[in-house]
């Protein structure tokens, strides 16, 4: 079920950004036009357009950075990032990821997760040692993403694609997604996806 | 700091060294950096190694004889582990020791140092070698904790851990040389001078991380010779003959070792110690009028989960998980080990595993601090608490002492600890004996 309906909103965009991407290639790098483009999915307010869609804003900029070179690279398969990566140089993607870093998270207004939900996600989390990587609150640290308030369905569709390998860009995060049992995964987006860590964080960086 | 940081176990960093007048220190993005002592200001700054493909420091760099020495991490990511020694003036690089030599095949060693079976498939290791060649140039061997320098012979000794990837033999045969090893070299050059590996072909991450120490240790002929110990993720205390780096002896186990060495599986396979070991990162300390070493413990039961994957260029490189068996029995100790004999002196256990480590001081104390936040003084003789200070936050790290003008000081952080999730902090506390 989730494939079908990623696949369908893969379809849906990919003649706008293979648009974007073909003019963009021949060009100068401007980071102003890219920003806009990232937007067209991403939100002009840090809210993606739709629940598949990662939130961008705020995360961490070291992992932003290598997620774009592994796009680039394909070692990260996605149609719609794909083509978004492909022009682009090494600066170019620090360049992104220092501005994207700089905003602040934005709030899905996503719930936080009830507590027998909670305690299910707990456990997961404490027998793989999730927050040794993730850190305490779940935003994460250098190339570690952070994961407090992402989207519920993006969280639950790439653990599951870490899982059975097609994200294969990190064998690691695979190896861990193995070695949860699969019906912990709707718990872990869920009590993931309702965090609020801004008091945490101090200003919502 | 640049923005890429491929590190283990949450960031951290392991101390800075004080030389003449510049202060060193390495950055998880794998710089070794020289400031100003008085300023602080940046004199000079040398890139070890790419943090892309999985190297970052966080080790304390030791500073002897205009000799910056530094290791690296990695292991977790595929690296090819070294100890460096760059000139403490200008960061120029003055020897380079790989850790992993480009014959890292060994001589197939089925037991480990403590003579069990490691359950080694000799045969498959050998066609995959015909297959595969020498895995030496992604086969990890960080180096966590500095070395210990022995001034009169001019040689260091320090620890290499476990081998990429962490779980997964299949795609690494061989000893994995110098893994899961004692090693010395010369400090001027840099040059191999012995070595002993714990476990050859380790598949479970017990690896080498807890800084060996120099000290005066009986032989087994009753001699006393120089010796140099270190406190194994296995749970033992190793005893060795600082000439040759040869095993002298093993002390009896500090930690549960229950299912020792059944293989990792697909499903995961209960075995203790768990991954965390029985000595982490820890450091020990000596008391060498009662002749005893004090280590901290974990005793955290888990099942250890094979996946192979192919190197992935600077990710995490696993070849597996560990896992935490739920609602099971989690504790630590402090132990006294006896070097000249093996034996453990006494054994207190504590209500958390135990990361960070021990102070052994002159007056027979012995200091060490716990996640939940309780700093203590034990008696070094017998285990007795002394002494209790509530810190707040996890005292995930070891005391030192010093003292001004006469007076004595005990200070420690309170900083909490990521790998195993206890109460942060930012605190560093001193104390004065009177």
Known sequence: ?205 | MGPVTTYCCGPNNRGVAIYKDKVYMGTLDAKLVALDAKTGSLIWETEIADPELGYSETMAPTVVDGKVLIGTNGGEYGIRGFVRAYDADTGELVWNFHTIPEDSVGEWATHDATGKDMHRDIEAEKAALAKLGDPYKTLGGGVWQNPAVDLKTKRIYFVVGNPSPDLDGSIRPGDNLYTDSLVSVDLNTGEYVCHFQYIAHDVWDLDAVSPPILVDVKDNDGNTVPGVIHGGKTGNVYIHNRDDCSLIRFSEAMVDQTGMWSLPTPEGTPMLPGANGGVEWSVMSVNPDLGLTYAVNLHQPMTYHVESSPYPGGKLWLGGAFKVIPDSDQFGNVTAVDYNTGKIKWQKKTPLPMMGGTLATAGGLVFTGEGDGWFRAYDAENGEVLWSFFAGAGVNAPATAYSVDGKEYIVVGAGGNTQIDFKRGNNIIAFTVD
Request: charged share 20%.
């Open chain 1, 1 to 205: 079920m989730l494939h079908v309906s990623r696949r369908a909103v893969c379809a849906a965009f990919l003649i706008g950004s293979t648009l974007f991407a073909g003019s963009g290639s021949a060009e100068e790098f401007n980071l102003e036009e890219k920003v806009k483009l990232c937007a067209t999915c991403h939100g002009a307010d840090g809210v993606p357009i739709n629940k598949q869609t990662p939130v961008i804003w705020g995360q961490n900029e070291g992992y932003f950075y290598l997620q774009l070179r592994d796009f680039k690279r394909g070692t990260r398969k996605n149609p719609l990032m794909e083509p978004i990566a492909a022009p682009l140089e090494k600066k170019d993607m620090y360049a992104l990821a220092a501005y994207f870093t700089k905003k602040k998270w934005p709030n899905l207004g996503q719930p936080p997760a009830p507590a027998s939900v909670a305690a299910k996600a707990d456990s997961a989390v404490r027998s793989v040692g999730c927050r040794g990587c993730h850190l305490d609150h779940f935003q994460g640290d250098g190339t570690t993403a952070r994961l407090a308030g992402q989207s519920r369905e993006y969280l639950l569709a790439t653990m599951l694609a870490f899982r059975d390998g097609s994200r294969g860009n990190n064998p690691g995060m695979s190896n861990l997604m193995s070695a949860t049992p699969e019906d912990d995964f709707e718990a872990l987006a869920e009590y993931l996806a309702g965090l609020q860590i801004d008091q945490y964080l101090g200003h919502g960086r």
